[in-house]
């Protein structure tokens, strides 16, 4: 049987491996190999530079029901907000005045906004020399359509995980095809498409979670985000056990050595769940962050789990604090947009 220094080599050297072997890394104790073989890798082909991608969450109001989700539109314990396009656009000025090269537009699946208003927004941002990534869920083509036609660049639907049953279980109501089905859309529609992982859903195994992997390479996703579960209140999963920061670790190396090309954030939820969570997400694969560039008073309000919003209240605090992690790594700020190498 190949060791599991073995293992890595060959997922390093060809960047393919089957469910079976990834399972095997993800569930033996040593991780170091993995880790700095993802270094390695994410060094020789995406460089030192750390994208900053300025998050808006425009809206908590969802239609969705996901169980694991404090944003869940059953969840009366959280007080809804929508920012009017005016608010959304001074936000952006601001996150550009802070250098960032992209605005990413987040909300629930909030069916308030209109098309017509959503692509009015790409179309201003657009003209403030920015990429512009959308993350508001599950749509028709032709919005898609549109909203690419108005300038949007990226999209990020995260299928949270593969397997059919257990996306049925946490998602009542919702199709797993058509959640497939508008990745595949998105990706024929020339978006840069983002998907990824919730780690640590009840239920969910490692063949699980390697099944994902394979997923995303499959779909060759242009980002791919992983983060851990974490147990939000007024949720049917309030008591569940959540999320392990080193399976998320695990998963991000694996998805860079599969796709040494992907953009790949240290996510909002791996820095809540540990506290040196940016430095360890960048040092296993990682070369973005996502500083929130939203309002404070709406911050805390956006509680897809509880503590997201309340380590900083200041968006310049957060970009102190992400400047000291990349110096303290030898990183850098990306001066570009930040697309995908290669494309
Ligand atoms: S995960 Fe997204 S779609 Fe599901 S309830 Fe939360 S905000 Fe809505």
Do not use: W
């Not at 190999?33 to 890798?41: K, S």
């Not at 403030?128 to 599950?138: F, H, N, P, R, Y």
């Amino acid at each position: 049987m190949q060791t599991i220094t073995d293992l890595v080599k060959v997922l390093e050297e060809a960047q393919a491996l089957d469910q079976a072997g990834l399972t095997r890394l993800l569930t033996a104790p040593e991780a170091i190999p993995l880790y700095h073989a993802a270094d390695r890798v994410r060094k020789r082909y995406v460089g030192d530079e750390v994208h900053l991608r300025g998050l808006i969450e425009f809206s908590n109001y969802c239609r969705r029901g996901c169980l694991y989700c404090g944003l869940r539109a059953g969840n009366t314990q959280i007080r809804r907000y929508r920012m009017t396009p005016a608010e959304i656009l001074t936000r952006a000025r601001y996150a550009v005045g802070q250098g960032l090269k992209t605005v990413v537009l987040q909300s629930g699946e909030d069916p308030h906004y209109t098309v017509e208003e959503l692509c009015d927004i790409v179309r201003t941002l657009k003209k403030m020399d920015v990429a512009v990534t959308l993350s508001i869920g599950e749509r028709s083509k032709d919005t898609y359509a549109a909203l690419k036609e108005a300038g949007a660049d990226r999209f990020l639907l995260r299928i949270e995980t593969s397997n059919e049953q257990l996306y049925a279980r946490m998602h009542p109501g919702m199709s797993y095809q058509n959640r497939v089905n508008c990745l595949y859309t998105l990706k024929e529609l020339g978006y840069e498409t983002g998907t990824g992982s919730l780690v640590g859903l009840p239920g969910q195994t490692p063949a699980m979670l390697a099944a994902d992997l394979v997923f995303f390479k499959a779909l060759d996703a242009d980002m791919i985000g992983i983060g851990p579960f974490i147990p939000s209140p007024g949720t049917p999963l309030d008591h569940a056990a959540g999320g392990e920061v080193e399976t998320v670790l695990k998963m991000m190396a694996l998805a860079r050595l599969l796709m040494p090309e992907i953009n790949m954030p240290a996510t909002t939820a791996l820095s809540v769940k540990d506290r040196d969570g940016y430095r360890k997400g960048l040092s296993c694969g990682a070369n973005v962050i996502m500083p929130n560039m939203g309002l404070s008073e709406y911050k805390k309000l956006y509680a897809v789990y509880p503590g997201k919003g309340e380590g900083f209240a200041r968006s310049d605090e957060q970009m102190v604090k992400i400047q000291t992690v990349l110096q303290k790594l030898g990183r850098k700020v990306g001066q570009g947009y930040g697309f995908r190498v290669g494309r």
